[in-house]
T-cell receptor
Framework: DTGVSQDPRHKITKRGQNVTFRCDPI?????LYWYRQTLGQGPEFLTY????????KSRLLSDRFSAERPKGSFSTLEIQRTEQGDSAMYLC?????????????????FGEGSRLTVL | GQQLNQSPQSMFIQEGEDVSMNCTSS?????WLWYKQEPGEGPVLLIA?????ELTSNGRLTAQFGITRKDSFLNISASIPSDVGIYFC????????????FGKGTTLSVSS
């Protein structure tokens, strides 16, 4: 399978614990995005990387959240001191730079998501 | 902040019927995208629109980029059970076009 891969698919944790999610993008894609989705809502942008550089972060990304993409390939999203409000689906997406229509077309390829439940 | 309003919120239709849904924005977009999400999956891109007035088809799906650049429409013809899912409109909300804002989605149910 050459799509975007996320791990774990499901995570149940207790409030206050730290969790880490991993995303492996499509191999030739140099842009990687993290989104959060809660029930009944569309995905909300958290952050994005171009290669290893984190170029934009949403205000939703509090200081308890940190994302890395150390070698410009896979990425991790860590949530420290989880709260019940962090319960959501965390979606990773990737895209190639310079697709048709221009470099910034929003044509994202999403993974299946990592569902977090904080008790 | 920017918002995307999708209508209707949900639809219950019979197999074979045509479906129309729309999305409006509080500001102008240069790109409109339509995604579909099925249970337990991530969204999948259906159609991307880049020019005001553009009409683009993908099989039984047709989407239009509104002339005002503040709206877009998605039509599904002759619906089938596998069309079930949540349909999201999206557009880039930052100047670089690298971050998308999504609507809340239209949930489609198809009975056979």
């Amino acid at each position: 399978d050459t799509g975007v891969s996320q791990d774990p698919r499901h995570k149940i944790t207790k409030r206050g614990q730290n969790v880490t999610f991993r995303c492996d993008p499509i191999s030739e894609h140099n842009r990687l995005y993290w989104y959060r989705q809660t029930l009944g809502q569309g995905p909300e942008f958290l952050t994005y990387f171009q290669n290893e550089a984190q170029l934009e972060k949403s205000r939703l990304l509090s200081d308890r959240f940190s994302a890395e993409r150390p070698k410009g390939s896979f990425s991790t999203l860590e949530i420290q001191r989880t709260e019940q409000g962090d319960s959501a689906m965390y979606l990773c997406a990737s895209s190639p730079f310079g697709t048709s229509g221009g470099a910034n077309t929003g044509e994202l390829f999403f993974g299946e998501g990592s569902r977090l439940t904080v008790l | 902040g920017q918002q995307l309003n999708q209508s209707p919120q949900s639809m219950f239709i019979q197999e074979g019927e045509d479906v129309s849904m729309n999305c409006t924005s509080s500001s102008i977009f240069n790109t409109w995208l339509w995604y579909k999400q099925e249970p337990g999956e991530g969204p999948v891109l259906l159609i991307a629109l880049y020019k005001a007035g553009e009409l683009t088809s993908n099989g039984r799906l047709t989407a239009q980029f509104g002339i005002t650049r503040k709206d877009s429409f998605l039509n599904i013809s002759a619906s089938i059970p596998s069309d079930v899912g949540i349909y999201f409109c999206a557009g880039p909300f930052n100047q670089a076009g690298t971050a998308l804002i999504f609507g809340k989605g239209t949930t489609l149910s198809v009975s056979s």
